[in-house]
């Protein structure tokens, strides 16, 4: 395997000397869980955990150093060769911004932000890009203050292309990351009230997400979703930045990307873009319109990246939505097919909205039902009730059959439903998960969401268990 790191090259970014020599690195972990034979191993500090505390696993499992604090140093010498420093967040920091700065001038970053989307265009684009040349990714949603210097870190100086994600809770926090990123394209894929509870109004979280463009490298590309109410402002921030070129993408007929047709069905879309005033037809392999919008976006990276747009809109048919992001499951045949969409990894009305929409043209059994098994949606601030309620106009606008929830805040969904379309509210997901599986039916289309902290994940684990034993 290719060194990803070599002593010499961590020892002098960093300014320091390793207690004893160590053979060359392969790759950068902060987590023993799945750490590999090779790695450097950051120890972290943590509200709760503390990395130095597992140093001794890591060297165990094969790590080829250990990044520590200086007042650790004695008491972990005997475990193996240690890398001293003040602050090891700030060590690895330091070592990602070594990592960008040796990139081939060739070489592509982008950056990705928004409120809803962006692990999922961050996948796609791994995948498109890694058919036109070397691409680097974060995992999962590594997207915050030790999540994107790490990324960085591991990425290899072959890489042609790299894609970053980028995340934020509070205000100050993206200018840092993009900053550390340095991106050739950043992108916003839409701004909604997610994390509202900590800024004083949308507006405010449209300020923050274009925080993104102030780390554009000179002559970089802004890219906007021309669709988002606050398209205007962003479009401010970033004719302020050092971009040398701003494109847009959304149905809006004066897009630079416009979707100009969309025929889905329930394994995909088939779609038409017109790409500064020529069409472009192509297959996305998920069905939903927000999908279909999210695939303007990763066109108009590769088009400002310079990517092939053949290659990359005919590499679209094969992209799947992540787990907990719209993936999908079914079990049995044709009429009597039941159909799982998994969207249990994060939720805001926006989000939920979507969700239902997918829901909704998802194919069910002459009997079945269309039925939405919802958590409560966190970090809405004080409206976050009536953000709840609100959500049942969009069930009966999309015409989903019954609604089972969640949690104290979805209980305000629940009671603001048609009776009809009530199917039952429990405290939590564990409940919810027990008591629905006898509910299913053949035929019936399900679709699972709520943000992380609801554990909607459990109801999805339950209901894959029970209808695998079903099949069995």
């Keep these: 395997m290719t060194p990803l790191m070599t002593q010499s090259f961590i020892e002098n970014t960093l300014h320091v000397k390793a207690t004893a020599p160590f053979s060359s690195i392969t790759g950068v972990s902060i987590d023993t869980r799945t750490i590999e034979k090779g790695d450097l191993f950051v120890a972290l500090g943590g509200e709760q955990r503390d990395g130095h505390d597992f140093v001794k696993m890591a060297f165990e499992k094969g790590a080829a150093a250990a990044l520590v604090k200086n007042d650790k140093v004695s008491s972990l010498s005997i475990s193996g060769p240690l890398i001293p420093v003040d602050d090891t967040l700030s060590a690895l920091v330091q070592l990602g911004a070594a990592a960008r700065a040796r990139l081939t001038p060739d070489a592509r970053v982008v950056a990705v932000t928004g409120s809803v989307g962006k692990t999922g265009i961050k996948e796609a684009l791994r995948f498109v890009l890694s058919q036109q040349g070397k691409t680097h990714a974060s995992v999962a949603s590594y997207n915050n203050h030790f999540g994107v210097p790490l990324t960085l870190a591991r990425m290899d100086q072959a890489t042609k292309f790299g894609i970053f994600e980028i995340g934020m809770n509070h205000a100050g926090e993206i ?178 909205r979507a969700a239902f929409a997918l829901l909704s043209s998802t194919d069910v059994g002459p009997k079945g039902r269309r039925i939405a098994l919802v958590g409560d949606m966190l970090e809405l601030g004080k409206d976050a009730e009536a953000l709840h309620a609100d959500l049942a106009s969009s069930i009966v606008e999309f015409g989903i059959d019954l609604v089972y929830t969640s949690g104290p805040l979805m209980r305000h969904l629940f009671d603001a439903l048609p009776r009809a379309k009530q199917g039952a509210w429990y405290k939590n997901s564990q409940e919810l998960a027990t008591s629905f599986l006898d509910q299913i039916q053949p035929g019936d289309a399900l679709m699972v969401k709520g943000s992380n902290g609801s554990r909607m994940r459990l109801v999805v684990d339950e209901i894959k268990i029970h209808l695998d034993k079903e099949q069995n």
């Design 175 to 352: 200018e840092p990351l993009t900053r550390q990123v340095k991106p050739y394209v950043a992108l916003i894929i839409i701004v909604e009230a997610v994390h509202i509870e900590n800024f004083p109004n949308v507006e405010a979280i449209a300020d923050e997400k274009s925080a993104i463009f102030l780390g554009l490298e000179e002559g970089g590309t802004a890219i906007i979703n021309r669709d988002n109410p606050h398209y205007e402002r962003m479009w401010t921030h970033a004719s302020r930045s050092k971009a040398g070129r701003l494109l847009s993408f959304g149905e809006n007929p004066f897009a630079d990307i416009r979707l100009a047709s969309l025929k889905m069905d329930a394994d995909g879309s088939d779609i038409i873009a017109e790409i500064n005033g020529l069409p472009l037809a192509y297959r996305l392999g998920s069905p939903g319109k927000h999908l279909a919008l999210n695939s303007l976006g990763i066109l108009a990276v590769c088009l400002a990246l310079g990517a092939d747009l053949e290659a990359a809109s005919r590499a679209l048919s094969d992209v799947k939505p992540p787990r907990g992001r719209g993936a999908r499951l079914s079990w049995g045949k044709e009429n009597s097919r039941i159909t799982l969409i998994d969207e249990s990894y994060n939720a805001n009305p926006t989000s939920m």
